[in-house]
């Protein structure tokens, strides 16, 4: 089955813990993204990758980092998390088409609550 | 900067009606627009997408509209049933861009 996956789907943890949310995709897509929802602030862009070894950032990038080593995954690190970050975070995923995408596919969420 | 309005932010109709929502996007240099349904909790699910070179695209009882000229697109959801209660989300992707912009969302709840 298509799909992207995100581990782990809940996580509570606490300020300067370091911690890795994992993102996982078996379409073969060249472009994943990362972003983050806020009630009243809607889904905000935090990084994207292109393609492996390719990233750049989004709309939100401060307090996080990412890598694009493999094709299928595309893990967000929180090196110092701050409650600042508690929030819902989605992982997506397409196709490229010339300059821009197509038809992206996100994963089912992953909660975190830093305390 | 791309910005995406969805109006009204909540929208609650009785069960059988016919209903529009609606999205709206300050600059009109898109590469494609997409439509999403969330669920409480949930992650999106990708409705329909619409390429700037189209003007529609229909999914059973489900149809959008883009007029890339004006800045806007519709959602057109026929004979609403409960089960399309939901949050809808629009996402606009800009020519040259990478980055994907969102609306805040509209809330539909279906009255049975």
């Known amino acids: 089955e298509a799909q992207v996956t995100q581990n782990p789907r809940y996580l509570i943890t606490v300020t300067g813990k370091k911690l890795t949310v994992t993102c996982s995709q078996n379409?073969?897509?060249?472009?994943m993204s990362w972003y983050r929802q806020d009630p009243g602030l809607g889904l905000r862009q935090i990084y994207y990758s292109m393609n492996v070894e390719v990233t750049d950032k989004g709309d939100v990038p401060e307090g996080y980092k990412v890598s694009r080593k493999e094709k299928r995954n595309f893990p967000l690190i929180l090196e110092s998390p701050s409650p600042n970050q508690t929030s819902l975070y989605f992982c997506?995923?397409?196709?490229?088409?010339?300059?821009?995408?197509?038809?992206?596919?996100f994963g089912p969420g992953t909660r975190l609550t830093v305390l | 900067k791309q910005e995406v309005t969805q109006i009204p932010a909540a929208l609650s109709v009785p069960e059988g009606e016919n209903l529009v929502l609606n999205c709206s996007f300050t600059?009109?240099?898109?590469?494609?627009l997409q439509w999403f349904r969330q669920d409480p909790g949930k992650g999106l699910t990708s409705l329909l997408l619409i390429q700037s070179s189209q003007r529609e695209q229909t999914s059973g009882r489900l149809n959008a509209s883009l007029d890339k000229s004006s800045g806007r697109s519709t959602l057109y959801i026929a004979a609403s049933q409960p089960g399309d209660s939901a949050t809808y989300l629009c996402a606009v992707s800009g020519a040259g861009s990478y980055q994907l912009t969102f609306g805040k969302g509209t809330k539909l709840s279906v009255i049975p």
């Open positions: 600059d009109s240099a898109i590469y494609n």
């Open positions: 379409m073969n897509h060249e472009y």
């Open positions: 997506a995923s397409s196709l490229t088409s010339g300059s821009s995408y197509n038809e992206q596919f």
